[in-house]
């Protein structure tokens, strides 16, 4: 973006802010557009409230050192020209953004729910939270059939052909979805026999990887489908939170479809964990040193905690006096 230093600029009217300290949180509250600034900043904004170029406010030797920041000002709409109506703006993005919401051109992803049901019970899942108040429960029909999943995979397919797009992404989520393994293996066979020549598949599953046996993980290597997996801790942490039906430990399980990966020669590239209060104080950096140890290079972590703000003080210190020194810095070699 060039920066034009005589064209007359205006402090957005829209531009919000909160003070903490020497520095503020602003943004834009019809762009969003949020930024850390400094209490300067928001003081050389303020000399735009009656509207003046920029050579009326600095010399060019300061324009041309301060050139990024003015630039982050004119991008976040934190500094606009004298006559833009912001409004009109946004409305005209609004329609155009519904425009090709219509025609189908922002559609490149496509998530087929392969399950309602789960062999699992995590005590902090939404899914089955959510599931307890809805009429979805007593459907019977809790897998996806191959004929529905064929039906929008043709339909998507097509949406992507009609914008000359060749990259198909392709989820399978749940539930659990290989509770659905026979519905998903023909999924995959299906994709790349009827349109491989077409497109190129990037296909991902969210799983507990407890039913993951050897054929499986060779079928999941075979269409390189990108695993995204959990483990909330280790043993004693894992079991307060990832539970079967039954209410047992699900550590085990777990673990053994990890290893029928590895034996596939398709080992997890990372894991997420989730934290919260009933496995807290059953985690330390072990659970990231022993990702690393299996060759793992990515590592999220999800806080549910939903008691008192001192137990997020207490996660917050954790983190940054348990997990950051040592570990994080292993986990990157």
């Known amino acids: 973006m060039q920066i034009d230093t005589s064209l007359i600029l205006a402090k957005s009217q829209f531009v919000q802010t909160v003070l903490d300290g020497n520095t503020a949180v602003a943004w834009h509250s019809l762009f969003g557009n949020p930024r850390t600034v400094s209490i300067e900043t928001l003081e050389f904004l303020d000399e735009f409230r009656e509207p003046k170029a920029l050579c009326d406010v600095l010399d060019e030797e300061t324009i041309d050192s301060q050139r990024e920041a003015i630039r982050e000002l004119l991008t976040a709409s934190f500094l606009i020209p004298k006559e833009f ?12 953004r519904q425009g090709n919401t219509a025609s189908g ?3 490149d992803y496509l998530e087929l729910i392969m399950s309602e049901a789960c062999n699992f019970r995590c005590t902090y899942c939404i899914h089955f939270n959510n599931l307890e108040t809805s009429d979805r429960i ?104 990832r539970l079967t039906k039954a209410g047992r430990g699900t550590f ?36 990231i040193d022993w990702a690393a140890k299996r060759g793992m290079f990515m590592f999220r972590s999800a806080e549910r905690f939903a008691a008192t703000i001192c137990v997020l003080v207490l996660q917050a210190a954790y983190m940054d006096a348990v997990i950051a020194p040592r570990s994080l810095a292993n986990f990157q070699k």
């Open 138 to 241: 007593n459907n019977p029909k809790k897998f996806m059939r191959f004929e529905v999943a064929r039906e929008a995979i043709d339909k998507y397919l097509s949406i992507l052909q009609q914008h000359v797009k060749t990259m198909a992404t392709i989820n399978f989520g749940g539930g659990e979805p290989l509770l659905a393994w026979p519905v998903t293996e023909r999924i995959l066979e299906y994709c790349v026999s009827r349109y491989g020549r077409e497109f190129t598949f990037r296909f991902s599953i969210n799983t507990n990887a407890s039913l993951i046996t050897l054929e499986i993980a060779k079928k999941l290597k075979q269409y390189r489908v990108e695993i995204a997996s959990s483990l909330d801790g280790l043993h004693e942490g894992n079991n307060k939170v």
């Open 252 to 287: 085990q399980k777990i673990l053994k479809g990890f290893e029928n990966l590895e034996a596939a020669g398709y080992p997890l590239e990372g894991i997420a964990v989730t934290v919260n209060e009933c496995n807290f104080l059953f985690l330390d950096e072990t659970i």
């Open 85 to 96: 109506d912001e409004r009109t703006f946004l409305g005209e993005k609004i329609k155009e």
């Open 105 to 107: 051109s922002l559609i």
